[in-house]
Structures are given as C-alpha cells and as structure tokens.
C-alpha cells in the first residue's frame, strides 16, 4: 500500500468515526448535542481535525443523512425482494413489506431520519442529485410497479413516500395511537396503490 492510499483510508477513517459519532451522540440525545466540542471531546480529535474533514456542522448532518439514505435503499431493496421470494408470508405484496419496513427503519433510528427528511439541509434531491436518496425512491417505486396499472408511477410513488413520511412524522411526535400504526400502513398502501384490475 503506497503513502498516498493510506492517507486516503485514514481520512476516510476519520471521516467514518465522525460520522457515527455525531450520529450516536444524536440518537442518544437529539441533534442540538452534536457540537464540534462535544466531538472532539468524545473522538479525542481536536476541533481543527474535525473542521479539516468537514467544514460545519451541517456537513456533518449532510454526511450522516446520505449514510442513511444508503442504509434505508438497502434496507427498502432487501424487503422487497424478500417480499417476492417464492413462498414467502408476503410473495403478492411488496408494497407492504417495503412500507413496513420504510416505517421500522424511521423508528429505530429516529435522529438519522431526521438528518434525512426533517433537518435543514443542503442535499440536492431530484435531477442531479446523489445517488442515496434517488436508490432509495427507486426501491419504493420498484415495490409500486407491478400493481401501478396505468396509472403514472412516478406520481404513485410520490404519493406513498409523502403519505408514509406524514404518518411516521405524527407518530414520531406521539400524534397518533401507536397500536395502529399497522393498520394506518395498510390502509395508505392500498388505497395510493390498489392492485391494478
């Protein structure tokens, strides 16, 4: 290994270990605790090494949000091949298994979903974007495309991510009966996405 690659695998370390830090300190106790001292002093890096890989604080999110959006594509994919396996609980249903799981994955990890979808951030989506948060509309629309019909896939999947997005966001904030969270996925997917006659 010449100089040049392991300089680039210790920046990418150090990058990584900033990252999960903010994102630990942030799900223990929310994103108004990540300061680039409270990193320091948990990393034991100064705050120049810190500002050396990122420039703020919001670079940091930045960086969080698309680990995240690269976890939840993965996470989405898996459920819906699962979902299409043969034998499997759900083998007619993708859209669910990928709804239920978009919900647990927002659950279980609240302050990354928020770094994704709630906190200010300078992230483009659309056009031109990166590739994390696309991968990941791409697995919900993939889920959506067997049972679109004619309808316009895209705006399909617009509609579920947006109506899943709402319903995590107001069960997040304690809005809403926990115990029918399950029923309230149901009742989105089927009826944004009936089966297609």
Known sequence: MGIE?????NQEA???LITETARAIAEREGWGAVTTRRLSAEIEYS???IYK???SL????DAVALEGFAELAEAL???RLA???PGSVAASDAVHAVAIRYATFATDSPALYEAMFTRASRLPFGEGAHPEPSAAFAELRASIAPRAGD???ELLTEALWAALHGLITLNTNARLRPEHQSARIDLIVNRIVPYAS
């Open 5 to 9: 690659e392991r300089r680039a695998r």
């Open 53 to 55: 890989h990122f420039s």
């Open 151 to 153: 309808d316009d896939l």
């Open 14 to 16: 150090r990058r990584r």
């Open 77 to 79: 994919r898996e459920a």
């Open 58 to 61: 919001d670079d940091i999110t």
């Open 47 to 49: 705050q120049p090494v």
């Open 83 to 85: 979902a299409g396996a």
